[in-house]
């Protein structure tokens, strides 16, 4: 008796009869027919695939989504590389190029190179709520693992995701990563069945993510401890630190923290600014929350300068065996250990004290009294001290009408000139804030000693 085929095997069989060409791809018919089954079943609205070279999966993508009427279905192919040496042919190919040299259907292909997928400029053309995604990338640690963890945030609840290459082994060129990673990741998961005693098992895993996967990562953030072949740049680690915390929750990223320190050997102190101390000071476990269009934190609405200025306060109160602190206590996004020793800017009584911290947001209500702190800076900052001023709600007027101000504000670093200090400055871009001013007179470098600078 004849066997019936499914839709997934008539549209697979009809393509591979008519295109060989995939058979030169790392991903094999069975394969292939594996990631079909799923697409009948999901008839998804977007596929993202991680890792093209030659194009040959993106090509029988675009024709199985044409042949079975989900030609309006987005398929998204990334890629850190947009060219590559096939070692065996001696011959250089660009990335996806079995699309355009068999005419695949390109109407909703969106061909993405020289980055990785949680690039700013993928992110905003991906956008959200893929369905079904496949990753296919170095295959060396900590590939695939960052991989998955930058793309998750792009997939829908429930989303099915496909691992290449889960049968590797680091005895080859390459590494068991994939299989690691296959394991790590919660969801239901399952293999290809091409025969029944399953003697030969196909290299690819299918994954349906659990829907609670957000509170079960820890597995795959701890793969990252394993020694990566691979080096990554401190740069690129800072920028997926901010990219995580806005997903992750905080022990997942006390682990990645962890693995860059392992991997690199350096603190990475700059990782940490990305975040919001104020909510971590609040023990908050949930996701570290994402900055809103200001820059002020989502949840606890901190701005940059409070955050800056947390940092600071925090490190001075670590490092200073007596604090003193001259400050304005309305500041409710200030450590309570600051709050708690510091002196109100409002009691004139306190000028003759000697201070190592003293911070001052300027505003309208305070502008008296701040600028008769600053005129007597030199006496009331300690020699290892440091002020730190922000200009809050003023007007350029009134900036330029007030000598002091405006010699601090201005290029002509008058005011460094006149009290002898040295002074950095902390851009905010929000419509409150214009600049903090770090005044030291150490001549210790600010921004090298604090690692504050944004």
Request: hydrophobic residues 40%; proline residues 3%.
């Amino acid at each position: 008796m004849k066997s019936i085929l499914s839709r997934a095997q008539r549209f697979t069989n009809e393509i591979y009869l008519r295109h060989k060409i995939l058979n030169k791809g790392g991903i094999t018919y069975h394969q292939h027919l594996f990631i079909a089954e799923a697409i009948e079943s999901l008839r998804p609205k977007k596929i993202l695939e991680i890792g093209v070279q030659m194009g040959c999966t993106s090509a029988f993508l675009l024709r199985y989504l044409e042949l079975t009427g989900l030609s309006d279905t987005e398929l998204f192919s990334v890629d850190i590389i947009s060219e590559w040496y096939q070692q065996d042919t001696k011959v250089h190919h660009k990335v996806g190029e079995e699309v355009d040299k068999h005419n695949a259907p390109k109407k909703n292909w969106k061909l993405l190179t020289n980055n990785v997928v949680a690039a700013s400029q993928n992110t905003n053309i991906i956008g959200t709520d893929v369905e079904l995604c496949i990753l296919d990338t170095s295959h060396v640690y900590p590939g695939e693992i960052l991989d998955f963890l930058m793309v998750l945030p792009m997939l829908k609840k429930n989303a099915t995701l496909f691992i290449h290459d889960i049968l590797m082994s680091r005895h080859s060129i390459y590494s068991d990563v994939t299989s690691m990673l296959f394991s790590a990741i919660p969801g239901e998961k399952s293999f290809p069945r091409t025969n029944m005693f399953a003697s030969i098992k196909e290299n690819i895993g299918k994954v349906i993510l659990s829907s609670d996967i957000y509170n079960n990562l820890i597995g795959v953030f701890n793969l990252l401890t394993v020694e990566w072949q691979r080096p990554l740049s401190a740069d690129f680690l800072n920028g997926l630190f901010t990219y995580f915390s806005n997903y992750y929750n905080m022990d997942c990223m006390d682990l990645f923290t962890h693995a860059c320190y392992l991997q690199t050997k350096s603190d990475l102190k700059k990782l940490y600014h990305n975040s919001c101390p104020v909510c971590e000071d609040n023990a908050e476990k949930s996701c570290i929350p994402p900055l809103n269009t200001d820059n002020s934190c989502s949840r606890c609405n901190s701005s940059i300068s409070q955050r800056v200025l947390r940092k600071i306060s925090h490190y001075m109160s670590i490092n200073t065996e007596e604090l003193s602190v001259l400050s304005d206590k309305t500041d409710t996004a200030l450590p309570p250990e600051i709050i708690e020793i510091s002196k109100d800017i409002r009691d004139l009584s306190v000028y003759q004290d000697n201070f190592n911290l003293i911070m001052l947001n300027i505003n309208s209500t305070n502008l008296d009294i701040v600028v008769k702190i600053l005129d007597q800076l030199p006496k009331l900052l300690s020699p290892e001290g440091i002020a730190i001023v922000s200009l809050i709600d003023l007007s350029k007027v009134s900036i330029m009408n007030n000598e002091i101000l405006e010699s601090i504000s201005s290029d002509s670093q008058k005011f460094k000139e006149y009290y002898k200090v040295n002074f950095a400055e902390i851009d905010c871009p929000t419509q409150k804030i214009e600049t903090i001013y770090i005044i030291s007179q150490s001549k210790v470098s600010i921004d090298t000693l604090f690692n504050i600078k944004q």
